[in-house]
């Protein structure tokens, strides 16, 4: 399986991914790659949350007024 990493990877330098490819050579800059991954994954898991609370409070918010209308009904 082929990675749009890669591809990029390839069309910047088919030459670097071949090394890579063939001959499991890393690139310097490694650990900051990871890193970067890390912070990616980090911010995946905010986003996710922000959803979340987003859908907590969209359903709070019809619950209220739902409140509000059936205790209408009961005035």
Known sequence: ?????E???????ARAWWLRRALGWEPEGHER???G???HHR???AVAGSRALLL????LLLAGLLLIV???GWA
């Open 1 to 5: 399986m082929i990675r749009a990493s």
């Open 43 to 45: 911010h995946g898991r």
């Open 56 to 59: 907590l409070a969209g359903a």
């Open 70 to 72: 059936v205790g209408r």
């Open 7 to 13: 591809i990029g990877e390839y069309v910047y330098c």
């Open 37 to 39: 991954t890390v912070l």
């Open 33 to 35: 790659r990871e890193f």
